[in-house]
């Protein structure tokens, strides 16, 4: 049994990283590991969201999901991030999160944090790369531990080969067009796995 507490952070709009949040959930809770599934601070005006079927829908959907707050990420020995794409960058609502942990970064808090990132757009070359390591870039500053996929796993290349952490293509649809189930919960696993070592040498 894990002694890893996990924390998993989306952002969702029309429910793929809602999805992927909850696959990663299942990976590190198969692996042992405490877990909290937790949303971002929406900051859309509701009169947008509104007029937005999928994306009133996945409010709806997660209504009743925590708000993640920086206690969590302090509580969190490793925090996977699932985000979709903006131009090549993470959404205005996951920065805006990172951003208001400069109180537990200025307090050395967010150092040895273990980390991973999925994220998700709406065509193979949408800046899914560019969007994981924008993510990163602000957890080194963190001082936290990046956990990517890489090649551990065949089942990487099945799911669309992204090393950096899965990614996925949304069809006009809202479908999902790779099957990336299983990546996501062998990244899930590699993260809490990596954790785990972590921990261990921190005793």
Not at 27 to 49: R, T
Not at 91 to 116: E, H, R, Y
Not at 128 to 154: C, F, N, R, V
Request: charged letters at 20%.
């Amino acid at each position: 049994m894990s002694n890893v507490k996990l924390a998993v952070v989306f952002y969702s709009m029309g429910g793929t990283n809602y999805q992927l949040a909850k696959w990663a959930e299942e990976g590190a809770k198969e692996a042992g590991a405490e877990v909290k599934v937790l949303k971002v601070q929406e900051l859309a005006p509701a009169s947008v969201i509104e007029g937005n079927e999928a994306w009133k829908a996945t409010v709806d959907a997660t209504k009743d999901v925590p708000v993640a707050t920086s206690e969590d990420i302090e509580w969190a020995d490793a925090i996977i991030f699932s985000v979709p794409t903006r131009f090549g960058n993470m959404p205005s609502q996951m920065k805006q999160f990172l951003d208001i942990q400069g109180g537990l970064w200025a307090s050395g808090k967010t150092v040895n944090k273990v980390v991973s990132a999925m994220t998700s757009a709406q065509n193979p070359h949408g800046g899914q790369e560019a969007t994981l390591l924008s993510l990163y870039t602000s957890m080194m500053h963190w001082g936290a531990i990046i956990a990517t996929p890489g090649y551990t796993d065949p089942i990487i290349f099945g799911a669309g080969g992204n090393p950096y952490g899965t990614s996925v293509t949304v069809g006009q649809d809202g479908k999902m067009v790779e099957d990336v189930e299983a990546a996501v919960k062998h990244q899930a696993k590699r993260t809490v796995t990596v954790a785990e070592w972590v921990k261990k040498g921190n005793q």
